[in-house]
């Protein structure tokens, strides 16, 4: 028998999946269970207002950047179709009835 300090959790270490609220979301510093926890969008944790603030302000650049890559795309797309709508106006039609014999 070991002597060490030891005790069941019911789990093996390799198995072992932390709980979310283990760690700060951010830094991954391990949050105490006497001191605040600062959430944010639901259920990700900080150790820290500052922590909480530096993955908004990632958040709301990443936001912004897709939002403009996004508008981009429907830009190109929509002067795509409208260049393929003038090429379909300047062709010549000729309407009447052909007899093939």
């Known amino acids: 028998m070991r002597s060490a300090a030891l005790f069941y959790t019911g789990c ?7 709980h979310f609220l283990d760690s700060c ?3 991954h510093r391990t949050l105490g269970h006497n ?3 600062f959430m944010y969008r ?3 944790p900080f150790c820290s207002q500052e922590c909480r603030q530096e993955q908004i302000e990632i958040d709301e650049a990443n ?9 981009k795309k ?10 393929a709508k ?13 007899a093939v014999s």
């Open 12 to 18: 093996e270490d390799d198995h072992y999946q932390p």
């Open 25 to 27: 979301f951010f830094c």
């Open 35 to 37: 001191n605040d926890i």
């Open 42 to 44: 639901g259920n990700t």
């Open 63 to 71: 936001e912004k950047k897709w939002k403009l890559s996004s508008s």
């Open 74 to 83: 429907s830009t190109s797309v929509r002067k795509t179709t409208d260049s």
């Open 86 to 98: 003038e090429f379909d106006s300047k062709k010549d039609v000729r309407t009447g009835t052909v």
